[in-house]
């Protein structure tokens, strides 16, 4: 297998990481919550990335 298709195997398997992770916070509430101090996410950033688990205060940890 070429590193490209290694590099595109872990962004597909990241993505879906972040698809259960999303799935998981909606099932249990907090899904407009940051995962990091609990602040509400607006809706204009969850309309751009459904996947954001974070405020834009903590960016690198989404
Ligand atoms: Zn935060």
């Known amino acids: 297998m070429s590193e490209f298709s290694n590099e ?3 962004a597909i398997e990241n993505t879906l990481n972040e698809v259960d ?6 099932r249990v509430g907090n899904y407009r919550l940051c995962q990091v101090c609990a602040a509400p996410i607006a809706d204009a950033e ?3 990335n ?4 974070n405020c ?6 989404s």
């Open 8 to 10: 595109s195997v872990l």
């Open 56 to 61: 834009p205060a903590h960016p690198e940890l």
């Open 50 to 53: 459904p996947l954001l688990a």
């Open 21 to 26: 992770r999303a799935l998981e916070r909606l």
């Open 46 to 48: 969850l309309v751009l």
